[in-house]
């Protein structure tokens, strides 16, 4: 493995162990939960749960079914907190990358190193992607076991296409944090764009759908390549996570051209 | 020999605030060349400019005979920052290793070596270390590869006395292998006994390059003869390179330019009880040479 590669996976260690472990108990909490809530259908069946306001309902993904295994895992895993937990853990790694140590003063020492500066970016991205999908590994292993051990009758391949798309959102956010530093080297900027993108591309993908005014703009939100295949459902939205991993890639680019251009701690 | 560092009308301006205008200079092989000036005069710009972390507004450096840009040849220079950043729970052993490994590979035996020299910690997490420690670390992985250039800016910054004079015992074995280096520092007294040329500069130009052997030559120095009996001033008078004669009864006082040969042979006549010759202020001389010869120079730039 390259050494900036691993060096930086190493400075990444104690943060990425703290999100798997958090990330894991919060999921495994959601699903313990799972077989009192199948003994009460009518708490929270098709009925209870229409009682909620619309626009909220819209929110949370449509709150269509809470009683069946794959509603229940959609829902409250694969809906909202599941994406934007990977979403905020990636953007933090994102912004170690460049932009921090940038502020910090150490990325001085490290672009006087016989390393040329677009690799220097290309490695700190492998860094970032290899900790997410070590992230995403672990929870989807322990998400598959535990919605076994409830009995929820979700397919392997439906949790991995549901997991594979947490991954590449959350890696599309970590590279948006990432670039954004590389071409301003403020992590306040990059939290910020980040934080706006995520917000307001969820909102715009969940709304959106029954709000024709804004409607198109589902088009440009990262979560709607992730959310409108229902991978859950439907299985691998192969065109959707194309766009997703482009953008990706689009973004890396960005960052390794505008990084390459600039003054670094100016 | 090619110049291990060569600018031509190397210039940068941040936004529209001057860092360094107009500056060609050229540092030879095997020399050490003391970069001078006051606060916010251009030295760290000068330097993160020849080592490619900022980039020009205008002109060209070369390093080693190549465009720093190209990074291979970084692992040919060790660099000391002026604003040392050290953090996190790290220690500074196992950052030495990684620096040295994208280096292309240091001992750990040299690494020791030199931490042992300048009593360094490497154990303990970094974002813990005093500035002193932390400031030696940043000594021991600009020196620790060998390279052919070092580039050290205020390397004796936070250093006990006892550090700097090891610092110093440091740059001249740097020196006498033949390699080159650049430090910069706020007074000449720092660099003046390793330093075989100095440059100043003073916002953001370069107002004079000097030999220090040829500074030492121009030294002025106070000489002062404490006699048994009061000795008459025609004895002293008219003596090649003294000035500033004062004879009071037993005592004269002068300073003297250059050799103090005929000032001693016409003390010797009489019988000396105390003699006092200050060393020569080169930090006086200096300022006193840049005022005059480049001093309009200097204020044009301002
Ligand atoms: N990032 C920056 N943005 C704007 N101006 C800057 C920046 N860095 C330096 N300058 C300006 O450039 C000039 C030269 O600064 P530089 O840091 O090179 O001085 P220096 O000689 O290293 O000073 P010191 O002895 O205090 O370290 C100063 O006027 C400074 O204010
Ligand atoms: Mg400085």
Redesign the interface.
């Given at each position: 493995m390259p050494v900036l590669v691993s060096k930086s996976l190493r400075d990444y260690r104690r943060s990425l162990v703290g999100w798997t472990v958090g990330i894991t108990a919060f999921f495994a909490l959601y699903l313990s939960f799972y077989p009192s809530i199948t003994k009460d259908p009518e708490l929270y069946g098709r009925a209870a749960l229409a009682k909620f306001p619309g626009a909220m309902r819209d929110l949370m993904g449509g709150l269509e079914d809470f009683t069946s295994g794959v509603g229940y895992l959609h829902s409250l895993v694969y809906q909202l907190f599941g994406p934007m937990l990977f979403v905020v853990c990636a953007a933090i790694l994102g912004n170690r990358a460049l932009a921090q140590p940038e502020e910090s003063g150490t990325l001085e020492l490290t672009v006087t190193l016989p390393v040329d500066r677009r690799r220097l970016v290309f490695e700190r991205f492998a860094a970032l992607a290899l900790g997410l999908l070590g992230l995403a590994v672990v929870t989807f292993l322990a998400v598959w076991a535990l919605s076994s051990a409830v009995d929820m009758n979700v397919a392997f391949d439906r949790i991995l296409a549901g997991h594979t798309g947490i991954l590449l959102l959350s890696l599309l956010f970590g590279t948006l944090a990432l670039a954004v530093g590389a071409a301003t080297g403020r992590r306040g900027i990059a939290m910020a764009v980040v934080g706006v993108v995520a917000v307001g591309g969820y909102v715009v993908e969940s709304m959106g759908r029954n709000v024709d005014a804004i409607s198109w703009l589902r088009w440009i939100s990262p979560f709607h390549y992730y959310l409108d295949g229902r991978p859950l459902y439907q299985g691998f939205p192969t065109g959707d996570y194309l766009v997703l991993a482009g953008a990706t890639v689009v973004l890396l680019l960005t960052a390794i051209l505008a990084f390459d251009r600039r003054d670094v701690g100016v | 020999m090619t110049a291990v560092v060569r600018t031509e009308g190397l210039t940068k301006f941040?936004g529209d605030r001057r860092g360094l205008e107009d500056l060609d200079l050229e540092i030879r092989p095997g020399e050490v060349f003391g970069y001078l000036g006051p606060n916010g005069a251009g030295k760290t710009t000068t330097i993160?400019l020849i080592?490619?972390?900022?980039?020009p507004t205008r002109g060209r450096v070369t390093v080693l005979g190549t465009d720093p840009r190209d990074?291979?040849?970084?692992?040919r220079?060790g660099?000391l920052?002026g604003?040392?950043?050290?953090?996190?729970?790290?220690r500074a052993r196992d950052y030495l290793a990684?620096?040295g490994?994208?280096?292309?590979g240091v001992s750990r035996e040299r690494i020791d070596a030199l931490a042992e020299r300048l009593e360094a910690d490497l154990s303990a997490p970094m974002g813990r270390l005093s500035k002193g420690n932390k400031q030696k670390v940043g000594l021991i992985?600009a020196f620790m590869h060998e390279p052919e250039f070092l580039i050290l800016d205020e390397p004796t910054s936070g250093l006990d006395p006892l550090v700097q004079q090891e610092f110093l015992a440091m740059v001249r074995e740097v020196r006498a292998s033949g390699r080159t280096v650049l430090m910069s520092s706020h007074v000449l007294a720092e660099v003046e006994n390793v330093s075989d040329r100095v440059g100043i500069v003073r916002a953001g130009r370069l107002v004079a390059v000097e030999d220090i052997a040829a500074l030492r030559e121009k030294a002025v120095r106070l000489v002062e003869f404490h006699f048994d009996a009061p000795v008459p001033r025609e004895a002293f008078e008219g003596l090649a390179g003294v000035r500033d004669l004062r004879v009071e009864g037993a005592s004269v006082r002068c300073t003297i330019d250059g050799r103090p040969d005929a000032l001693v042979k016409a003390a010797a006549r009489f019988t000396v009880v105390h003699m006092v010759s200050a060393e020569p202020d080169l930090e006086e001389i200096f300022l006193t040479y840049y005022s005059e010869e480049g001093g309009h120079h200097a204020r044009a730039g301002v």
């Open positions: - | 941040y993160r080592l490619d972390v900022i980039r990074a291979r040849v970084r692992a220079i660099y920052p604003e040392l950043a050290l953090e996190g729970r790290e990684f620096l490994g994208v280096r292309g992985q």
